[in-house]
Each structure stands twice: as structure tokens, then as C-alpha cells.
């Protein structure tokens, strides 16, 4: 599967200490050892040239107070609060000045971010998909991604999820409905 580095992102979603370090909250052993791999999807496009983005979900402490429905922490406990050691990325990924860093505050890296806004003034059309979690956030983001005409790919191989059906679910669901998937192996940079 090829990509113009030009023109294709990869969006590291929600790799955070709350999920990918032992003692997080929502801690996944498979989101931990998504880690490796979410780096090397980065390496590689960051030798290509491609644009790096990394999302970072953050719950300010009151966000969903006055909420009618949704609420996050009614359903997932209290994780990733603003301000927290949660909700920091989490140690082992290479994130530089130069890469773009969303914060959101939903399942949806694109809701009521800068994310779009960023993606159109690079001249971003190709998006290469990773993180966690698989069937939440990943999927969430890249069926929004879909939405907005970008291209979501999602790397099957660079997921964290709390359950293999959980990933297996999202990945083909993201391949059946709105996107594609691929393997860090067939990426290629052209």
C-alpha cells in the first residue's frame, strides 16, 4: 500500500500513560505493547518525510457534570483527568517539537479539535491510523476521518484494545465500512 509522505499523516491515537502504562487506570496490556509498533509506524514515516500527529484524550474534572447523557466517567471510572499524570503520552514514543499534538476531549480525535483545520492546511488527504484503543477511539476517529473525505487507514498491527474481538471488530469494521486496513509491513512511502 503506497503513500505520498506529502500528502498522508500518521495519527497516533490516545497512546497514554492512563492506557499503555501498568499502572494506569484503563491500562491494557496490549495498548503497553502497541508501543513498539506505534513507533515504528512513526519511524517510518518520519523518514519518509510523512507528517506525525499524536491525539491525547483529557477530561478536564468537571466536563461531564452537567451532561444529559454522556458521560465517560460514568461508564470508564475517572482516566486521563487534565493536569494528571494519565494524561500525559506515554514513555517510549519519539514525539518532537515538530509534530502536531491534538487534544480532545471524546472518542472523536476530530470533535471540536484543531485536527481538521491542521490536516487541510498541510495538505494532509491519506491518514495512517494507530493506538487505542482499537474498537473506541481508533475506530471513532478514523470513521470521522472517512466522513471528511480523508483517507483512514487503519494499521491492524499498531492497535491496543482490551480484548483480541474487540480489535478484531474494529479493524473490520473500519476495512467493510469507511476505510482500509493494512500491516506495518506493506506501508510504503512513494
Known amino acids: 500500500m503506497s503513500f505520498d509522505p506529502a500528502r498522508t499523516a500518521v495519527v497516533v491515537v490516545d497512546m497514554q500513560n492512563g492506557f499503555c502504562h501498568p499502572d494506569g487506570s484503563l491500562s491494557a496490556p496490549a495498548s503497553e505493547a502497541a508501543i513498539e509498533p506505534v513507533s515504528e509506524v512513526v519511524a517510518s514515516a518520519r523518514e519518509a518525510g510523512a507528517s506525525v500527529v499524536y491525539t491525547r484524550d483529557v477530561h478536564p474534572p ?81 470513521g470521522s476521518a472517512g466522513l471528511r473525505d480523508y483517507r483512514p487507514v487503519v494499521v491492524e498491527d499498531a492497535l491496543g484494545f482490551i480484548e483480541e474481538g474487540h480489535k478484531e471488530y474494529a479493524v473490520d469494521h473500519a476495512d467493510w465500512l469507511f476505510g482500509e486496513v493494512t500491516t506495518r509491513g506493506e506501508i510504503e512511502f512513494s
Open 62 to 142: 468537571e466536563q461531564f457534570e452537567d451532561n444529559h447523557y454522556y458521560d465517560e466517567f460514568d461508564r470508564w471510572g475517572e482516566h486521563v483527568v487534565e493536569g494528571s499524570w494519565e494524561a500525559e503520552l506515554v514513555d517510549g514514543l519519539d514525539v518532537r517539537e515538530e509534530d502536531h499534538v491534538v487534544v480532545k476531549h471524546t472518542y472523536d480525535a476530530f470533535y471540536q479539535t484543531d485536527l481538521e483545520g491542521w490536516l487541510d492546511a498541510h495538505g494532509i488527504d491519506d491518514l495512517l491510523i494507530c493506538g487505542t484503543l482499537a474498537n473506541v477511539c481508533v475506530l471513532h476517529t478514523a
